[in-house]
């Protein structure tokens, strides 16, 4: 009897074994669920639609989208306007968006993916896949004044952007910023081309010594390539994309799904459907709201998605650490004393007043796309509009996005 029982044990751990192995992602991720699950009543949601519209209606964005979900489904998912100024569709979770910025979170998980299985350490110099990058030097932005760097840059200082790169953008009005202008040109480089050049650029600061934002998973991207043997596309594509079912989500939207681009009234945004040498990690991919929940459940259910181990959960912990240390200097962190920085997130206090409490993690993108994890009150959010500047006093942004959302669950 015992012997029977044995092996209908084996043979059902053998099947769940298998269905697990080949679990598939569903064809849609978004699953309605009571958005009273979330402490979200119809009138807050009914509140939050008034706000976003009024976006709309003043001229600041053809359209956005906000949606609540956790492991079970979607609470909410609000859309207001079109998918552009010339555009009369309506903004739908099929809409394709730039996400810029949140290419990052993506880019470093995958990262992480590789140090799972040994093909890359966060104490790894960032020239041993990248030899130019031996011989760095650190510039006096006072005197303009260069010398050999002390530090090592390592990929962990990719990750939490303590490296020393930085980028014109955000670097305006000094001197490594405009030596950043005049150098760094993407249009017709690849990524490791880019990182090479950068590579011939003076650093900031001392690697490990301050935080500021830039060009770091640009090169991580780079690195990453180099130490999986293939292009950040297709590398993505095999350890996150397939496997999560983001089918939507790429470098380059195909000429087939162009109708289905957002497009902004304020602001210049590149024309998505050319491919291009330059695979940004920074800032490259395109995704929709619904292929991205998926990342977010992933995060959410820490590194799990139906059934499939993306990312090992302890990885996923040592991820959302705090890494901006006491001797890092905050001065150009976007956030002061407030919150701290990942392995590839930002991580945000969400108790007012408790700035060691807990935290949710995640990243925006420069076109005004927003996306965090809390894992502590088990919900993430999102958020999507395109904007490049335009005028100030937006009704609703990224930011008036997650303050509503956590207004509306604490009420």
């Known amino acids: 009897m015992m012997q029977h029982l044995s092996s209908w044990i084996l043979a059902i751990s053998l099947i769940l074994f ?63 306007g079109n998918q552009g100024p010339d555009d009369a569709t309506p903004v739908n979770t099929d809409t394709i968006w730039r996400i810029y910025s949140m290419t990052k979170p993506v880019v470093s998980v995958a990262t992480m993916m590789l140090a799972e299985e040994g093909l890359i350490n966060l104490d790894d110099p960032v020239s041993r896949y990248i030899p130019e990058f031996a011989s760095m030097q650190v510039i006096d932005e006072q005197t303009g004044e260069v010398r050999p760097a002390q530090h090592v840059m390592t990929v962990q200082h990719l990750l939490t952007h303590e490296s020393g ?113 330059f695979l940004s990690g920074g800032g490259g991919l395109n995704s929709t709201i619904e292929d991205y929940a998926r990342f977010a459940t992933m995060l959410l259910n820490g590194g799990k998605y139906y059934g499939v181990r993306i990312i090992e959960e302890e990885t996923l912990d040592l991820m959302t650490q705090k890494y901006i240390g006491d001797s890092v200097s905050r001065e150009h962190f976007f956030y002061g004393d407030n919150g701290d920085w990942g392995l590839g997130f930002h991580l945000q206090p969400t108790e007012a007043g408790n700035p060691d409490g807990p935290h949710n993690f995640g990243w925006r993108g420069i076109g005004g796309t927003l996306f965090i994890v809390d894992r502590v009150n088990g919900f993430y959010m999102l958020y999507m509009e395109q904007r490049r500047g335009g005028p100030r006093g937006a009704p609703f942004t990224n930011n008036t996005a997650q303050r509503v959302v956590y207004r509306a669950m604490a009420d």
């Open 18 to 80: 298998t269905l697990q192995a080949t679990a598939q992602p569903p064809d849609n991720a978004i699953n309605p669920i009571p958005s009273i699950s979330f402490g979200i009543d119809a009138g807050e949601i009914a509140d939050i639609r008034k706000q976003m519209q009024a976006a709309v209606d003043s001229g600041h964005l053809p359209g956005a989208m906000l949606m609540v979900g956790n492991n079970q489904g979607v609470g909410m998912l609000v859309s207001v």
């Open 165 to 277: 790169i930085v980028q014109a953008t955000f670097a305006r009005g000094t001197r490594l910023g405009e030596m950043y202008r005049q150098t760094i040109d993407t249009r017709d480089r690849t990524a490791l081309e880019v990182a090479r050049d950068i590579a011939t650029l003076p650093l900031l600061f001392e690697p490990g010594t301050s935080w500021h934002y830039g060009h770091s998973t640009d090169v991580l991207g780079a690195v990453i390539e180099v130490a999986a043997g293939k292009p950040l596309d297709l590398l993505l594509e095999e350890r996150l994309l397939e496997p999560l079912g983001m089918d939507d989500t790429s470098f380059r939207v195909p000429q087939e799904k162009a109708h289905r681009i957002a497009e902004p009234i304020h602001g210049q945004m590149s024309d998505n459907t050319i491919a291009r040498p």
